[in-house]
Every structure is written in structure tokens, then in C-alpha cells.
């Protein structure tokens, strides 16, 4: 790698502490930040997850079937990293459903070669009422909110606060979903405004929050959003959905322009004990490595050449994961034992991964640069 990066290293056992963080390109410091690190989100997974194993075994099997069939034909055509646009890219790849993941030797972001084109990952996005079944079950509204929703938006709240001594006056959320966040934001008297493009998504939000999305492409419509006068933007899990996350962050940070602002985002990370289980069980991929969706796999690496590259300062960051189900769930699948999905195993084990940084997500706060 030319790019390399320095971190202060972890305590054992503790859930925060503040960092040095050091990017170098070619020996020379592109930049040299604190951060505020932290570690371990207690959440119930089993509250949401399905934990019976005929289940996930028949999910594995449809999504098997489904993303062979795309990428069994579709040639690479990816040749540039879409970090940092190096053509220098690492022949070792990760084969998932014939679909290929490659590494960047410039910033270590590792992407899907032979992805679906942008016209068909954007139909996919529109059309599918599938991929948003997940999100859009109404009987988990509560539990999605509880556990996934409410401890985030506390998060970056506290990040906000911390850095700028107030509360944000108004948010855009991009990629919303079914507009869980925006409804949360609302509730606590934060104006929020949601930018989806799945009608399905649209809809739910209607009916359940009585909530107007945009249904508009933010690449198009930027300074229609930067009249909004917006301090906060955030990407819950879409960043690594995107066919170009630079571009994405460089509009987002035009968007905000000169206030005091913020941006944070969710993106799923390679060096994670979930990789290393998927990569023993590649045909039993529901998330995480499903090359469908996750189009891009972060690094610590390439998260921060992404930040810095795109007018943007690393902030805070925030490990956790759900690699401890992961790796309970392959081998209740394998060994055909529901017991050994067990909650407090689950809790002990995650601790430990997010601890040690090898958990399959982090959460990034990053300042917008004022000075351009
Ligand atoms: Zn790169």
C-alpha cells in the first residue's frame, strides 16, 4: 500500500477512549486527527433477527440461487478503485456467488468487480420489494426503533453536541428506507427531511408515519438541497451500496456549504470475524458480503482516505458489529442446533470482536472543512 495508516491502539475493556489517527501517502501525512473511538453497542439481536435455522437456510438458499444467476455472466468491468481511483488493484479476490470483490493496493477499499451496472442496481433499488422487506414490517416498527434507531440518532446527537455545542437545526437523511429515522428525528422535535427511492419505502412511510419523502436523485438535485440550509446529513447503510461514494460525500459536503456541520454514515468493513466466517461458509451469505448490495467493503484504511479526500474531518467513530450471530448462526446451520444461538454468548463474544476492532461496521462522524 503507498497509503498507510497509524492508530493508537485499543484499551482492553474499555468502551471509549480518544485516538491519534494518522494517514500517510507515500510517507508524507495527508492527516494527523484525535478521534474520539468507541467501542460495543449493546443491542438484542435476537429481538430482531429470525433465530430458527430452517428459516435462515431457506433464505440462504433463495439468495444463492438469485445471485448466481446475476453474476454467473457478468464480466468485470470495474477497473479503478472508487475510493481513490488507483488503477492498481490486488489480483487475490474474494469470490462470493460468482460475484468478485478485489482490493485496492493504493487504499486497501475492496469492491465488487463485475457489479450490476448503475441502471440496474437503481432498478433493482426502485423495484424490489424483497430487499425492503426487512425494513418495511410493520409488527417490528417499535423494536426496529428501540434497538437500532434510538441508540444512533443518541450518538450522533452527543458527537454533534460535543462539537458544536448545540443541536443540529435541520437533517437530511439520504437513503432512508422506510423513513424509521426520520419519524424518530421528528418525534424528538429535530426537523428532519428523507430522501428514498424504493416505492416501497415511500409508501410505507406514508401510511405508517404519515411522512412525504423525496423520491429525488440527490447527485441531480444537490443545490435543490442546499437551500435547505441542512448542518447535518446521514447515511445509514448506504454508502456501500453506491457506485460512487466519493462523488456522493464531495456533493454532500457542497450541500452543507460553509455552516457548522456534519456528516455520518455506516459502512461494513472487511476485517471483521463476519468476513472470515463468510468466507468459510460462501454459500450461506445473507448480508454482510452479499455482493448484491454491498458493493463496496470499507477498511479502516479506506474510510479514512474516503473522509479526507472528499473535504470532510474523521470526527468520532463508533465499532460494532453483528459477528458474534454470524459466526453462532453459521454453525447452528451447520451442526443443525437452534441452541446455540444463545443471547448472552452473543453479547460476551461481540464485546470482544468490537474490542479487538474486528467487527463487521463502524458509524463515522466527520466535520464538514469550511475553509474552501
Ligand atoms: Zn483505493
Redesign the pocket.
Known sequence: MSKQLFKTKPYLSSNFQKEIWELKDFNEISFREEVNVFYNKKFDILKLKNNNIDDFNQKAETISVSRNQLFKNKNDHIFE?P????KEIEKETINIYNAKYVQ??????NFVRNRLTNEELINFYTNSTNYQSTYTNEAQIQNRIDEIYKPKLDWVLNAFEKKFGRKPKRILDVGTGSGHFVKMCLDEGITCDGIEVSKSGLDFAKKNFNIDLYDKDIFSNWEFFKTKDYDLITFWGLIEHVTDPLKLLKISSKILGNNDSMIVGSVPRLHSLSSFIQRSFPEKIIRHLDPLGHIQMFTDL?LS?LVHDSNFKLHSLWYFGMDSYELLVQLASFSKSNTLLDKQIIKELQFLMDINTLSDSMIFTATNNNDE
Not at 83 to 86: Q, R, Y
Open positions: 478503485c475510493i481513490c481511483n488507483s485496492c493496493s493504493n487504499c486497501s477499499h479506506s482516505t
